[in-house]
């Protein structure tokens, strides 16, 4: 089998082949191992409170300043009769994932292991139709790790 | 007294039979599109259309409410009718083929006694207003892909004539029922290979499918003829074009694939018959698919002289060799055997002379060699 009859029998293979087109918004790609998306806030499940501190650590290691941390007393340590060994704590957080390039230097700075880059793909699809909705609060940032849908191997 | 389909008055009749034959081939050329995009991306590794309706299947649809809804526009200088009347003259003679198609045996919009020249002739008029939209557009690139169309379309009906004109000595027939009717036990295509070989190269030429395309190439005339055209104008060129692929196929079933008579007989029914001519017409249209997605365009000058250099010798051969076997009026199982012998070897001459034609290396025009002379 030689020349045109050879060119029809390679398309015809490549016809019976499967396609190799995923359909994007439906069907995500496998998320590579360390993979990392827009950093967020871990969760401390056990006595149900953020790890962060509001230490400022992060903040003044962001090099593109797009978060602003603000620090407040912890109303359960256990100094007011709460069960949380943390005496300062989170008050307000706001990350503008409009200006953070994934640097990863605030997971690298942060003392406490309270913050991580999103490993999944929600993490990587933040279109919006408005600057202003990129900024996330700390319920926002929270939210991925409290519903538990970040990878384990997240704050390795 | 012609029969009428409902027993109604002749003009009613033809009424009827008129938005029939419209709206069946509206929605067929709808599918046809639709499916072309999809079994091509099937042949690219790709999904295709999947978006609108399920599996893509209202893209159709949308695209032609898109065209419809698009602005007509007309060049300011364009030859107002010659440009406003080109597309119906692409669109009507297309439709004009469908008259004499027969879909199952008995069950076309007229039997004509000459059907198989009809079709071949009213396919061939369109290249009339390939032309007038070529010269009407005002368009250099609209004119060159015209003249290319005029060109092929020349070249490439003379084989086609030719190798209909074999096989319709072989069935003794020009009606086309008739030549459906003889196939009831094997089809034409065993005993003439070769026409049926000629009628799907040249099917693809008239109708400047890929790898004939070179008249309507985007990357060549960016779509030849039908560069100013758009919206609904542009959307009836489509219509033509794939209605005539349609019917061309419906008409390569009937000749050579038996119609609806092979392989089940004419007892079976219409519906059986009809779903018989419909699946066979699909096959070629599948084959003409699968050419699109294998092959490369050919170049003008190469086009040119594989029709006149193998096609048209081939087909008048075939006719040569088949009144010298059919004179004799052999006992009819040596005659069909002796047919199909040389037919196949047909086949097999023409098969190896396009094959070294595409394997040696064609010397480049005088001029260009000379310029890349002047430039080492």
């Known amino acids: 089998m030689k020349g045109i009859l050879r060119s029809m029998a390679t398309t015809l293979s490549t016809f019976a082949r499967k ?39 992060c903040e003044r290691a962001c090099p593109v300043e797009c978060m602003t941390v603000l620090m407040k007393d912890n109303p359960a340590h256990k100094s007011v009769g709460g069960e949380s060994s943390r005496r300062k704590i ?4 706001w990350i503008d994932y409009g200006r953070c390039m994934r640097c990863n230097i605030c997971v690298e700075v942060c003392n406490f292991g309270a913050i991580s880059m999103n490993n999944t793909w929600s993490g990587h699809e933040q279109s919006a139709y408005d600057r202003a909705e990129l900024v996330q609060d700390l319920p926002m940032l929270l939210a991925a790790s409290r519903s538990g849908e970040l990878k384990p191997w997240v704050n390795e | ?33 639709y499916l072309e995009r999809k079994v091509l991306a099937r042949f690219q590794q790709r999904l295709g259309p999947t978006r609108t309706g399920p599996m893509g299947l209202l893209q159709s649809v949308a695209d032609a ?51 198989l020249l009809y079709v071949l002739a009213v396919s061939s008029v ?33 084989p086609l004539v030719l190798a209909m004109i074999s096989v319709a000595m072989v069935a003794n027939s020009l009606n086309l029922v008739e030549i459906v009717r003889g196939q009831a036990s094997v089809p034409n295509i065993v005993w003439q290979p070769l026409p049926a070989l000629l009628f ?5 030429a008239e109708m400047n499918r890929p790898p004939f395309d070179a008249p309507v190439g985007e990357s060549e005339v960016v779509g030849g003829p039908y560069v100013e055209y758009s919206g609904i104008r542009w959307s009836m060129f489509f219509l033509g074009e794939y209605a005539s692929m349609f019917i061309m196929s419906l008409l390569g079933a009937a ?18 018959q009809i779903a018989l001519t419909v699946v066979k017409a699909g096959a070629i249209i ?25 096609l048209l010798p081939a087909s008048i051969a075939q006719i040569l060799v088949n009144g010298a076997i059919l004179v004799y009026q052999l006992p009819s199982g040596l005659e069909h055997t002796l047919l199909a012998v040389f037919s196949a070897a047909g086949v097999v001459s023409v098969y190896s002379a396009i094959n070294r034609s595409v394997a040696t290396p064609r010397p480049r025009p005088l001029v260009l060699a000379q310029r890349s002379e002047a430039v080492r």
Not at chain 2, 143 to 149: E, K, S, V
Not at chain 2, 200 to 204: A, H, M, P, Q, T
Not at chain 2, 255 to 272: D, I, M, Q, R, S
Not at chain 2, 290 to 307: E, I
Request: with cysteine; glycine share 8%; aromatic share 14%.
């Open chain 1, 19 to 57: 396609p190799v087109t995923r359909e994007y918004p439906e069907t995500h790609r496998e998320l590579p191992e360390r993979d990392r998306a827009f950093p967020v806030l871990l969760w401390d499940a056990e006595v149900t409170e953020p790890f962060c501190t509001g230490c400022h650590a």
């Open chain 2, 65 to 115: 409410l898109k065209l419809i809804a698009k602005e007509d526009v007309r060049p300011k200088n364009a030859d107002a009718w010659v440009f406003e009347l080109a597309p119906f003259l692409v669109f009507v003679p297309t439709f004009l083929g469908f008259v004499a198609v027969p879909f199952a045996i008995a069950w076309n919009v007229r039997e004509l006694e000459l059907g």
């Open chain 2, 200 to 204: 799907f190269i040249c099917l693809l």
């Open chain 2, 255 to 272: 000749v050579f694939l038996g119609g609806g008579a092979w392989p089940l007989g004419e007892e079976l029914g219409v519906p059986w």
């Open chain 2, 1 to 33: 007294m012609i029969e009428t389909l409902f027993g109604l008055p002749v003009g009613f009749d033809a009424a009827i039979r008129l938005l029939i034959v419209v709206g069946v081939m509206t929605v067929v050329v709808m599918a046809l599109i």
């Open chain 1, 90 to 93: 989170i008050d307000k957080f």
């Open chain 2, 286 to 310: 599948f084959l003409m698919f699968w050419t699109r997605a294998s092959f490369p365009r050919l170049r003008v000058d190469q086009m040119m002289s594989f029709s006149w250099k193998i």
């Open chain 2, 126 to 158: 369109n290249i009339v207003g390939w032309v007038m939209a070529g010269w009407g557009s005002d368009n250099r690139y609209a004119i060159l892909g015209a003249l290319r169309a005029v060109a092929q379309s020349i070249s490439y009906e003379l």
